[in-house]
């Protein structure tokens, strides 16, 4: 065996026997990129996770982002445990349903109703099918490294390469000839509003939706540029377009009412996913009440076995009521942490003389390895050094910081001071024992 595989050599056993008989090895086809190997693991608790060779990791992946209180925090594992013991799933109402209905509509501006889902990808269908009902339009404007979910039509202009013919200018413009679903999404790029605004005035009559994630956590955790999301909802509302915000990721991790909260810009609808349960499948859509009353009107089909089911929304109640707690001190002290996190890579990059630039907010943030000092959009994440970031990644890993695939970090109620010190340490280690590898190309 290999010898940067030895410390995993169970999980090496296991995923040569997963890929026998589960497609690819894993279950989902983004998990497929983590190196060495896709690991397993065995347990998690706060900010730790052990894999089956015993090897115990600091987690800023936090399953992709739904942690947000750690594993197995006890609020929420006591609350399921309660649930779990009245009845599994109902396929009916429950009183959860209304409290944590309620809950959100008070937590999030836009929510004056929410409809529940079990998937970030299924939120988003609900959101397309609600804008395009209210407008009558059929087109939906968005946004190149921009992720919506798996299905067809939000995975258009996901990651397009860069010169692709589909992604010249009077191609991404071009009227719906066949109206299949790839030429209902104009895809533009990110931060410019005018791109926006020309696409609107060429086609804005058809124009359903724009969505967007508030922040661009799915390409290097980009920022609008100031004034950028105002300028979208100035364009939405000129052109009776409805603004979407994705808040699969941002939602409950940036701020108690999401991105849209953090900016003070108010979307006319928003996805929730991931934080919104702290680690249960659960989704929300939130609109106000004329566009979510398509949904009683049976004008927008909603429907779901699990939606809803007792056991996310006991864990959805208590993860939002820890959240709204002291005003918002969770998300708080959780921003802190990731700033303290920010703060300490930066410094010792530069004082070891390797260029990165790290995007994002304490909750959520991405390290690049790049000279570029500022991304605006996706082509601008293109040109970093992927195979620095793969060192680094690898590197973390065997001194038992486990991390996302594409550089992203997420931090949770659970990394401690101590977390924060040891991340720390490890990173100057990697950083000066890799230099050579890890400076631009
Ligand atoms: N929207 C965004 C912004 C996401 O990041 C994701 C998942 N990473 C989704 C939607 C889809 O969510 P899910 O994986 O729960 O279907």
Not at 3 to 29: I, N
Not at 317 to 337: F, H, S
Not at 360 to 372: M, S, Y
């Amino acid at each position: 065996m290999h010898k940067s595989l030895a410390q995993f050599s169970r999980s090496a056993e296991l995923f040569a026997d997963s890929r026998c008989y589960l497609a690819g090895g894993v279950s989902s086809g983004m998990r497929a990129a983590a190196r060495p190997l896709p690991l397993f693991f065995s347990s998690g608790s706060g900010s730790r996770l052990t894999d089956v060779d015993g090897n115990q990791y600091i987690d800023y992946t936090l399953a992709w982002g739904p942690l947000i209180l750690g594993h197995s925090h006890p609020a929420i594992l006591s609350a399921v445990g309660a649930q779990l013991k009245q009845c599994q799933l109902l396929g009916a109402q429950n009183e959860l349903e209304v409290l944590v209905a309620k809950k959100i509509c008070q937590m999030v501006p836009c929510a004056e109703r929410v409809a529940f889902s079990t998937t970030g990808t299924e939120a988003v269908q609900i959101a397309f099918r609600l804008a395009r009902a209210f407008t009558g339009r059929r087109k939906i404007v968005r946004f190149e490294g921009h992720y919506h979910g798996w299905l067809d039509d939000a995975l258009v202009g996901y990651r397009p390469s860069f010169n692709s013919s589909e992604h010249k200018p009077e191609a991404r413009l071009s009227t719906n000839k066949n109206g299949n679903a790839a030429d209902e999404m104009v895809v533009l790029q990110w931060n410019d509003l005018e791109e926006v605004e020309a696409a609107l005035k060429n086609h804005g009559e058809q124009t359903a939706a724009i969505i967007t994630e508030p922040i661009l956590c799915n390409s290097h955790c980009l920022l609008p540029a100031p004034g950028y999301l105002e300028g979208l909802r100035n364009l939405a509302t000129r052109y009776g377009v409805l603004l979407i915000f994705d808040e699969v990721i941002t939602g409950f991790r940036v701020a108690p009412g999401g991105a849209q909260a953090l900016f003070g810009v108010k979307p006319d609808i928003a996805t929730f996913g991931k934080a919104v349960a702290g680690g249960f499948p659960f989704s929300v859509v939130a609109a106000n009440r004329e566009i979510m009353d398509l949904i009683e009107q049976r004008k927008v089909i909603h429907a779901g076995t699990f939606n809803g089911n007792p056991l996310s929304l006991a864990a959805a109640c208590a993860t939002l009521d820890t959240l709204d707690e002291d005003q918002g001190a969770v998300l708080k002290q959780i921003g802190r942490t990731g700033k303290s996190l920010m703060m300490g890579i930066e410094g010792l990059a530069q004082a070891a003389g390797i260029p990165v630039l790290i995007n994002g907010v304490g909750a959520g943030f991405n390290v690049a390895f790049t000279t570029r000092r500022e991304m605006l959009n996706y082509r601008d994440t293109l040109d970093s050094n992927n195979s620095a970031r793969d060192v680094f990644l690898e590197a973390m890993l065997a001194s038992g910081i486990y991390l996302l695939p594409d550089g992203r970090w997420y931090v949770s109620s659970a990394h401690t001071l101590e977390d924060v010190a040891r991340t720390i340490d490890s990173v100057g280690k990697v950083l000066l024992k890799h230099k050579a590898k890890l400076m631009p190309v």
